[in-house]
């Protein structure tokens, strides 16, 4: 079977900017894959480029095995939810949803009845007479959900949908985003900057930066295996340690990340260092800790008893936990 997506050796150049700097991707079919990294990081206009809303300035693009360069978006097997929702304040939920097939000449009885399965799939049956302005925020976001999958896409393209919504709401959202992936077997690419997110979500995860990828892996490759500075300090907190600090440590003289959960200060040996600041984060406790010059952060979890600042102490880790990047990361 071929893949979802594939893209090879795909740039989009807005004048001197490279948004996307020769990307080598690929998304395997029923794959819930999440694209991440910070602002202007290239993420989005990827997720553009599937679409079908920007075309690639060199670079090959395939869906399915079919080629998608010069094919527009009503003509791709893809449908998008955006971060705003985009729904039409003036029809009802049910016209909403619809309105795709009433564009491709689905008849109404029959596109009323695809939009209420679909409403009932992302739990709101019976919504379908009220306007977007009498629903909250997570309920135009699942109305956004049905309006894309009604048309039964291959692949469900994902811009940000869940960060206009409050914590508790978000990671519910997250959950039943999952759930309702697995049902459907689904190719679902996700794009957020929040870390967190793909790695609570994603199968696989792609890092970007600056129109690059710089890494793709599992969510606990990504987390426990960075191969890169920036993937080490973009995903999770972790402490990125100079070769120099990397080899008073013990190791040999490469970057390293080293993340604050492995750190254990109990320790009767190891090695020194000095505390610095103390963060109470309700479950865990930052403890900052000074190190050879280099900052160390370290997670206590709650309960544990927390040094004063200033106070001399000890910190250990298991060795596989000290994770090496090379001379160049």
Same mark, same amino acid.
């Given at each position: 079977m071929p893949h979802a997506v594939s893209f090879q050796q795909v740039s989009r150049h807005f004048g001197a900017v490279r948004a996307v700097d020769a990307v080598d991707l690929e998304i395997a079919p029923g794959e819930f894959f999440a694209m991440l990294g910070p602002s202007g990081s290239g993420k989005t206009t990827c997720l553009r480029l599937?679409?079908?809303?920007?075309?690639? !300035?060199?670079?090959?693009? %395939?869906? $399915?095995?079919? /080629?998608?360069?010069?094919?527009?978006? *009503?003509?791709?097997?893809?449908? !998008?939810?955006?971060q705003d929702y985009a729904l039409f304040p003036h029809l009802n939920v049910a016209d909403?949803?619809?309105?795709?097939?009433?564009?491709?000449?689905?008849?109404?009885? =029959?596109? &009323?009845?695809?939009?209420?399965?679909a409403l009932e799939m992302v739990k709101l049956p019976g919504y379908g007479s009220r306007k977007p302005g009498q629903l909250s925020g997570g309920q135009r976001q699942r109305v956004a959900l049905a309006r894309a999958l009604v048309n039964k896409p291959k692949v469900l393209l994902l811009d940000e949908p869940?960060?206009?919504?409050?914590? @508790?709401?978000?990671?519910?959202?997250? %959950?039943?985003? @999952?759930?309702?992936?697995k049902a459907l077997g689904i190719t679902f690419v996700f794009v957020t900057h929040d870390q967190s997110e793909a790695l609570s979500m994603a199968d696989r995860i792609a890092v970007f930066n600056e129109g690059r990828?710089?890494? !793709?892996? /599992?969510? =606990? =490759?990504? *987390?426990?295996?960075? @191969?890169?500075? $920036?993937? &080490?300090? $973009?995903?999770?907190?972790?402490?990125?340690?100079?070769?120099k600090v990397t080899q008073q440590l013990g190791g040999p003289a490469e970057w390293s990340s080293l993340r604050p959960e492995d750190v254990r200060l109990d320790a009767v040996s190891g090695h020194e260092a000095?505390? !610095?600041? &103390?963060?109470?984060?309700?479950? &865990? /406790?930052?403890? /900052?800790?000074?190190?050879?010059? =280099?900052?160390l952060n370290v997670l206590l979890p709650s309960g544990l008893a927390v040094p004063e600042q200033g106070a001399s102490v000890r910190f250990s880790w298991k060795p596989d936990d000290l994770h090496l990047m090379g001379t160049d990361a």
């Open positions: 599937i679409a079908g809303f920007e075309q690639p !300035t060199s670079g090959h693009i %395939e869906i $399915f095995g079919e /080629t998608v360069e010069g094919v527009p978006p *009503y003509r791709r097997n893809v449908n !998008t939810v955006f909403n949803v619809a309105y795709g097939q009433m564009i491709r000449g689905v008849g109404k009885a =029959e596109r &009323a009845r695809n939009a209420e399965a869940l960060g206009a919504l409050d914590l @508790k709401l978000r990671e519910q959202m997250q %959950e039943e985003l @999952k759930v309702l992936q990828i710089m890494q !793709t892996g /599992t969510p =606990e =490759e990504i *987390y426990r295996r960075p @191969k890169t500075r $920036f993937v &080490a300090d $973009f995903v999770g907190s972790s402490n990125v340690l100079p070769p000095r505390v !610095t600041g &103390a963060s109470f984060l309700g479950s &865990a /406790t930052r403890v /900052t800790l000074d190190v050879a010059g =280099e900052k």
